[in-house]
């Protein structure tokens, strides 16, 4: 099973990362004022990288594919990494719907 892990960013902000259940990060969220609003953006992660239209697939500048994952009112609450390839980013973006629904929360800022 994968885990939420919550941290705080160099200017106070909270963030969440995902990772998948060998450790490696496979969504990073935005930055948030609150910690609610960070569990709030977990939820929001849980409840919509079940549905496929919410991943958004892209192709940085630099040709490397990515993926957003977006709320139902369009605004991303989690970015992948770079991939090297397509068949990877896929990959990526299945380990995000098989994790994120029953991953715990670690909230590393207490």
Known sequence: MGK????????????FNL????????????GYTTK????NGIESVKKNSQVE?????KVAS???????LKA?????????QMYANEKN??????????NAVDSEIVDQTL
């Open 4 to 15: 939420f892990v919550i941290t705080t960013r160099k200017n106070g902000e909270f963030q």
């Open 19 to 30: 990772k998948a259940t060998n450790g490696q990060v496979i969504l990073t969220s935005e």
């Open 36 to 39: 609610a609003a960070c569990m």
């Open 53 to 57: 239209a919410r991943f958004d697939k």
């Open 62 to 68: 630099n040709g490397k594919p990515f993926f957003n």
């Open 72 to 80: 139902t009112n369009g605004q991303i609450i989690g970015s992948s």
């Open 89 to 98: 980013m896929l990959n990526g973006l299945a380990s995000v719907k098989k």
